[in-house]
């Protein structure tokens, strides 16, 4: 009924409907999405003939020609300087310490060194694949059914994008026109939520069904423990202070402040000698590689949010939805649905450049703040990756552990729960997301 109301007002045509399936056949053949984006954009400017082919090529270099867009790689070569120079494992000895105390300790320590990671690298398939490696053997010999470790990780690398400073803001920051370093404030609760639900998440499970011992500790072996963590691992988190002081303080752009994590993150390396010169061509070979991805998605996207646009489709989205319902609530709850549901199958960048510039004018129609929709958006999207069965989180932990992708997808089912009640919060609850705003911002 939706599309058929949405085909009235806007009178779709060919010019739509064959880019759209051929989009949609492209990517069931895996054919890399940048492709399948700029060929449906190109093949829908072509039959529209709404905008010259002379154009696309400007439009192309218009939509990378951001100089946010640059702190993205920074991001990703941060993140792989500190796995190669061992920093990363400094993080899982201080979080171990720090949840000794518990019940369930390392599954704790896990989570939260996904956080820490991802405060720095913005990137959730990057954080899974590296706490993978680290964490999953010893939470099985901890006594987690592996296939359960396996989603505590897809689980806690979700805040990869949720935790500032995160990718993902940069992009929608972009594709929208808002402050990356805004969005980066007003994700900080949300994210910090996240990561709690996550965490409460696994202590719950490991109580009823007692994976892992633990918690005897005494204080004073506490504090000694922690200390003797701190002592040697303390010059790790000299990065993620730097990101977070910079940007925070208004002292750096988020760009600056990838670029000074990455001379420092190199600079440690090579005085710890964990790092080489001869490392270096395989480190930024890896990190091109990740942003090579990135880059072409969200320059083919502009031609095809051009032609959507000039096509009236996002006005034509909301004018139909907003006629079968005008409840702000119901409509918040389709946004959810359609974001989860998108997560599931497709990558972050790709649904920020596709459904962010639909689903705006929707949010805006209905009064919600552009913050606390980007945030609600990123978030929603989150907990996708790891929804069953076909996250993309879920098949990065079952990549690199040969384990069954449906035994972790099962696993994974009380995570998604948690975090889809603290997206509903973020969604229906505007102060999560604007309380360390600015007064304009709210």
């Not at 492709?35 to 954009?41: L, V």
């Not at 369930?104 to 820490?116: H, N």
């Not at 990065?239 to 990838?258: C, D, K, L, N, Q």
């Not at 102060?431 to 304009?440: R, V």
Request: overall charge negative; glycine content about 10%; aromatic content about 8%.
């Amino acid at each position: 009924m939706l599309w058929n109301t949405l085909n009235q007002t806007v009178e779709l045509g060919w010019d739509f409907y064959l880019p759209v399936i051929l989009f949609v056949g492209l990517i069931a053949l895996a054919v890399p999405v940048w492709a399948a984006i700029g060929t449906a954009a190109i093949t829908m400017l072509v039959m529209s003939g709404d905008m010259p082919l002379s154009a696309v090529g400007e439009s192309l270099f218009t939509g990378i020609d951001a100089f946010a867009l640059t702190a993205v790689p920074l991001f990703i070569l941060t993140g792989d300087v500190l796995v190669r120079t061992g920093l990363s494992r400094k993080f899982l000895d201080v979080a171990e310490a720090l949840t000794q105390f518990a019940k369930g300790g390392f599954g704790s320590a896990t989570v939260l060194v996904c956080g820490m990671f991802a405060a720095i690298s913005g990137s959730d398939a990057a954080g899974a694949a590296a706490v993978g490696r680290m964490t999953i053997d010893r939470l099985v010999e901890s006594g987690y059914p592996r296939p359960y470790a396996c989603a505590l990780v897809a689980a806690g690398a979700c805040t990869g994008i949720l935790i500032p400073p995160s990718i993902a803001y940069i992009i929608i920051g972009l594709v929208l026109g808002i402050s990356a370093s805004t969005l980066f404030l007003a994700a900080l609760i949300p994210g910090i939520c996240i990561l709690v639900s996550i965490l409460v998440t696994n202590l719950v499970v490991n109580r009823i069904y007692g994976y892992e011992g633990g918690g005897n500790v005494s204080m004073g072996d506490y504090f000694a423990n922690l200390g003797r963590s701190l002592k040697s691992g303390w010059y790790a988190f000299i990065v993620p202070g730097i990101i977070f002081y910079g940007i925070f303080s208004g002292r750096m752009t988020p760009t600056e402040a990838g670029a000074t994590a990455v001379v420092v993150t190199i600079a440690m390396g090579l005085v710890m000698r964990t790092l080489k010169l001869a490392d270096f061509p395989s480190m930024l070979l890896s990190s091109a590689k990740v942003n090579g991805v990135i880059l072409p998605i969200i320059a083919f996207s502009a031609p095809l949010a051009e032609a959507l646009a000039i096509m009236g489709v996002p006005q034509g989205f909301v004018t139909s939805v907003t006629s079968l319902t005008d409840d702000p609530q119901v409509l918040i709850l389709l946004m959810i649905l359609i974001l989860i549901a998108a997560g599931c199958v497709m990558e972050t960048t790709p649904n920020i450049v596709i459904l962010a510039p639909i689903l705006k004018p929707l949010a805006d129609n209905i009064g919600m703040n552009e913050i606390q929709f980007c945030i609600m958006m990123i978030t929603a999207l989150g907990v996708g990756f790891i929804t069953p069965p076909l996250g993309l989180n879920l098949f990065v932990v079952a990549g690199i552990t040969g384990e069954s992708i449906l035994k972790i997808a099962a696993r994974a089912i009380p995570f998604v729960f948690f975090m889809l009640l603290v997206t509903l919060m973020i969604a229906y609850i505007p102060a999560i997301s604007t309380t360390l705003l600015p007064d304009i911002y709210k």
